[in-house]
T-cell receptor
Framework: AQSVTQPDIHITVSEGASLELRCNYS??????LFWYVQSPGQGLQLLLK??????LVQGIKGFEAEFKRSQSSFNLRKPSVHWSDAAEYFC????????????FGAGTILRVKS | GAGVSQSPSNKVTEKGKDVELRCDPI?????LYWYRQSLGQGLEFLIY????????KSGLPSDRFSAERTGGSVSTLTIQRTQQEDSAVYLC??????????FGQGTRLTVV
């Protein structure tokens, strides 16, 4: 069965430091990949997505993610974290075939130290 | 509408009562999802509708939970005989075919 693993439940970084949030998936084929962010008291917002092509994708708010097929990973990165980035981040995979659902990871809570 | 709309935004109910949560997806979106998010927990998948196909109900936690989607648009999630452990934020999302899901703001359910 499809699954998504976000191994880090909580991550704390200092403002201005770089960030990498990990996401690994288990799937029979190359899926569509997404990162969402949920700020406190807010709904989920799409940060970026990968469907095909260039394996390094750029998203909103200065985030990027790299798809690595050999590692079944889609890690989210940001070179310099801002205090406003404190939120919960969810990785999700969707199958490249019609009719199947998105599967979400458990989420990683990011705390930013000033 | 411009986005996914959920109502009510907040619901407080007494234990044992039934509740209905509504989701209006983005017009034209064929897929609709319900998720549950408990305090400090991730997204728990509940049910998935895709077009005219039979819904994927594999995430519903008990037979007290049910959902329907009328006319391929509006969806209602019903929880019968609510329990305190049902307290959570219930999120609805819709998507167009294989593209990304758009989420509503959620319904915060509190069972007292």
């Amino acid at each position: 069965a499809q699954s998504v693993t976000q191994p880090d439940i909580h991550i704390t970084v200092s403002e201005g430091a770089s960030l990498e949030l990990r996401c690994n998936y288990s799937y029979g084929a190359t899926p569509y990949l997404f990162w969402y962010v949920q700020s406190p008291g807010q709904g989920l917002q799409l940060l970026l997505k990968y469907f095909s092509g260039d394996t390094l994708v750029q998203g909103i708010k200065g985030f990027e993610a790299e798809f690595k097929r050999s590692q079944s990973s889609f890690n989210l990165r940001k070179p310099s974290v801002h205090w406003s980035d404190a939120a919960e981040y969810f990785c999700a995979v969707g199958p490249p075939s019609y009719g199947n659902k998105l599967v979400f990871g458990a989420g990683t809570i990011l705390r930013v130290k000033s | 509408g411009a986005g996914v709309s959920q109502s009510p935004s907040n619901k407080v109910t007494e234990k044992g009562k039934d509740v209905e949560l509504r989701c209006d997806p983005i017009s034209g979106h064929t897929a609709l999802y319900w998720y549950r998010q408990s305090l400090g927990q991730g997204l728990e998948f509940l049910i998935y509708f895709q077009g005219n196909s039979a819904p994927d109900k594999s995430g519903l936690p008990s037979d007290r939970f049910s959902a329907e989607r009328t006319g391929g648009s509006v969806s209602t999630l019903t929880i019968q005989r609510t329990q305190q452990e049902d307290s959570a934020v219930y999120l609805c999302a819709s998507s167009l075919a294989l593209l990304e899901a758009f989420f509503g703001q959620g319904t915060r359910l509190t069972v007292v």
